[in-house]
């Protein structure tokens, strides 16, 4: 006989929600058994009014309920009719929720055997349900490196296909590149990208501490949904000066690759610090955080920030990974009267480099500047990657200028050929690039002002600007170079040649030395802050006439004799002045048997210019 389960307490006492729908139904069936349920999840008694509790037989929902208020415990407890076809049957139970309106993922291995009006558990002691959250199979379990076997349960490594949980404090390390489904960071655990690590998550991550996800500089991880914490940790390069003295060393560029990092955050505790950003509309172009009013408080995505630290040496941006493969650059001016007000400094927006052939761009200059935070120099390129966390500087050549990137694009245009130059010395670097193509000459990258002023600058002029990257019409055949020595020593022109070329010859016009760069990628030299800038020719046709100094003197005996006359000096390989006086025809004879037995650079300035000629006394 079915019996209906009302009882003169539930109905005066009990809480019925009545504002929610049941998920699943049972129909009324010839046999019913009355259950009072309490619910455990992992241990923990569930008190929750919207975990509605179904009963099954297979598939097929045999009771459900919503818990009600027990006027006897003060606890939500399920009470529930439970029908049945057959007088016997084994029963199992899953949980809905109805806040997230999803059926929940839980093990319960529980079964519950159904006897016609019998009366399951009561208020005092209930009849209890336990469930269990599953444990995944790929589980990192361990301490240490995600490539180790043993910190796996189950031993193996995960795979592309798997989703993947942390359960330990695990890390990628260099050289590692991995690939994985879903990734979710368990609650007290952690991973950390290392340099030269890779992390690419085709689906979701799960993280919400931004202590629980650490990229450290050089990492990279790829994944496409929103609110994932992390931390990116950039190292920042002390100044190998003192702070506070005029700083050529230690500036650097940074950027931040998540989402509302706040720009308090990164200033340093105790030490001193310098941190700008760059409007080259404003007279002065580097806006100091120290004392601007209108400094934004979170680091703009896609914009860079150059930034000094006294001492510390590492900095961090916590926030979230953005979640797109597509970025589009902050590009709003142009100016054909303020060159510095076509520059823009901007930063990778993203958790992984980027790459310059993919970034698509109108009416900007193609390549850009990122800054040698060791030397203070800049950097000129014409393609390859953007790390994370790193700025870059790129310059506009025409108004309604956009820049964009799309991570999944592929190249959309052919490398040309150029000729990477790089002028070095002991204090550091600069370069030049010349590019080819089959257009006419157009619009450079402007060169900038080295942070570090005792660097000496390589370039090409036109129209009066100096450029650090050019194009140039394929059928060209000589190159003007222009070096400024800031001081004089010891300098080494290097040659990074792409493409292929009939004969490249470099002529230094001071000497009168010819070099085949096709051959030969090395040239060094003495110079001096007085020497004339247009010092250097690059040949590209072997059959035009090589000027060339004549040779103007020798050494005869203990004398060098020189043919010309002028303010002479006798300079040695390290640049040193080792002899200056003036010569006439009547003085044109110089004792050198005190010269140590060497190579030497002798040069007269006269009213004709200077001539410059090597020789071993």
């Known amino acids: 006989m079915k019996k209906t389960f009302i009882t003169l307490a539930i109905l005066l006492f009990a809480k019925t929600l009545m504002s929610v729908e049941l998920h699943w139904k049972a129909a009324p069936l010839e046999y019913d058994m009355i259950m009072t349920a309490a619910v455990y999840i992992d241990n923990e008694e569930?008190?929750?009014?919207?975990?509605?509790?179904?009963?099954?037989?297979?598939?097929?929902?045999?009771?459900?309920?919503?818990?009600?208020?027990?006027?006897?415990?003060?606890?939500?407890?399920?009470?529930i009719n439970v029908y049945s076809e057959e007088l016997t049957a084994s029963m199992t139970f899953k949980l809905y929720n109805h806040e997230t309106e999803e059926e929940m993922v839980l093990d319960c291995s529980q079964v519950l055997d159904f006897v016609s009006e019998e009366d399951y558990g009561d208020d005092i002691i209930p009849y209890i349900i336990n469930f269990t959250t599953p444990i995944p199979a790929v589980t990192f379990i361990g301490n240490g490196s995600w490539s180790e076997t043993s910190n796996w349960r189950g031993s193996a490594l995960p795979t592309a296909d798997d989703d993947v949980f942390i359960d330990g404090d695990a890390t990628i390390t260099n050289g590692s590149n991995i690939t994985v489904k879903s990734l979710?960071?368990?609650?007290?655990?952690?991973?950390?990208?290392?340099?030269?690590?890779?992390?690419?998550?085709?689906?979701?991550?799960?993280?919400?501490?931004?202590?629980?996800?650490?990229?450290?500089?050089?990492?990279?991880?790829?994944?496409?949904?929103?609110?994932?914490?992390?931390?990116?940790?950039?190292?920042?390069?002390?100044?190998?000066?003192?702070?506070?003295?005029?700083?050529?060393?230690?500036?650097?560029?940074?950027?931040?690759?998540?989402?509302?990092?706040?720009?308090?955050?990164?200033?340093?505790?105790?030490?001193?610090?310098?941190?700008?950003?760059?409007?080259?509309?404003?007279?002065?172009?580097?806006?100091?955080?120290?004392?601007?009013?209108?400094?934004?408080?979170?680091?703009?995505?896609?914009?860079?920030?150059?930034?000094?630290?006294?001492?510390?040496?590492?900095?961090?941006?916590?926030?979230?990974?953005?979640?797109?493969?597509?970025?589009?650059f902050a590009i709003d001016s142009y100016s054909s009267d303020n060159v510095l007000a076509n520059f823009y400094l901007l930063g990778n927006p993203f958790t992984f480099e980027i790459d310059w052939e993919l970034a698509d761009y109108r009416r900007i200059e193609d390549g850009f500047a990122t800054l040698n935070s060791s030397t203070g120099s800049y950097i000129y390129n014409v393609e390859g990657l953007i790390k994370v966390g790193e700025g870059f500087m790129v310059c506009t050549t025409r108004s309604g200028a956009y820049l964009e990137y799309d991570n999944s694009a592929k190249s959309r245009r052919e490398k040309n050929d150029y000729i990477n130059i790089t002028a070095s010395n002991v204090d550091g670097s600069d370069n030049l690039i010349i590019r080819f193509d089959e257009n006419e000459e157009a619009d450079g990258f402007v060169k900038l002002e080295n942070f570090n002023d005792k660097?000496?600058?390589?370039?090409?002029?036109?129209?009066?600007?100096?450029?650090?990257?050019?194009?140039?019409?394929?059928?060209?055949?000589?190159?003007?170079?222009?070096?400024?020595?800031?001081?004089?020593?010891?300098?080494?022109?290097?040659?990074d040649i792409k493409g292929n070329y009939e004969n490249l010859y470099l002529i230094d016009?001071?000497?009168?030395?010819?070099?085949?760069?096709?051959?030969?990628?090395?040239?060094?030299?003495?110079?001096?802050?007085?020497?004339?800038?247009?010092?250097?020719?690059?040949?590209?046709?072997?059959?035009?006439?090589?000027?060339?100094?004549?040779?103007?003197?020798?050494?005869s005996g203990e004398e060098l004799i020189i043919n010309a006359e002028g303010s002479i000096q006798i300079i040695d390989m390290m640049g040193r002045v080792v002899y200056s006086n003036d010569v006439t025809n009547d003085n044109n004879r110089i004792d050198v048997r005190d010269f140590n037995s060497a190579a030497y650079i002798i040069r007269v300035i006269n009213e004709n210019g200077i001539n410059v000629q090597k020789i071993i006394l």
Do not use: C
Request: proline share 3%.
């Open 509 to 555: 016009k001071m000497t009168g030395e010819k070099m085949n760069l096709l051959i030969e990628n090395e040239y060094s030299f003495i110079a001096n802050s007085n020497d004339n800038p247009e010092r250097f020719i690059i040949k590209m046709d072997n059959n035009q006439q090589i000027t060339d100094n004549s040779h103007f003197a020798y050494v």
């Open 184 to 328: 979710a960071i368990n609650s007290g655990k952690s991973l950390t990208i290392d340099n030269g690590g890779i992390l690419t998550v085709t689906e979701t991550v799960t993280n919400t501490d931004y202590d629980a996800l650490i990229i450290n500089e050089g990492g990279q991880i790829v994944q496409s949904n929103d609110n994932v914490a992390a931390t990116f940790k950039k190292t920042i390069v002390v100044p190998s000066n003192v702070w506070g003295e005029p700083d050529k060393t230690g500036w650097q560029f940074v950027s931040s690759p998540v989402t509302k990092s706040a720009t308090a955050d990164f200033i340093p505790i105790n030490d001193d610090y310098d941190l700008y950003k760059y409007d080259g509309t404003q007279e002065l172009q580097w806006i100091n955080y120290k004392n601007s009013d209108d400094f934004e408080e979170s680091f703009t995505s896609g914009i860079g920030y150059l930034v000094s630290y006294q001492t510390q040496a590492q900095a961090s941006f916590k926030g979230n990974l953005n979640p797109n493969s597509f970025f589009e």
């Open 46 to 79: 569930q008190q929750n009014e919207l975990l509605e509790l179904g009963v099954f037989l297979g598939d097929v929902v045999k009771g459900s309920a919503l818990p009600k208020l027990s006027p006897i415990t003060n606890k939500y407890l399920y009470y």
């Open 455 to 495: 660097i000496a600058n390589i370039y090409v002029k036109s129209n009066d600007n100096n450029y650090a990257i050019f194009n140039y019409n394929e059928e060209t055949t000589e190159l003007p170079l222009y070096f400024d020595a800031k001081e004089m020593g010891t300098y080494t022109l290097s040659f």
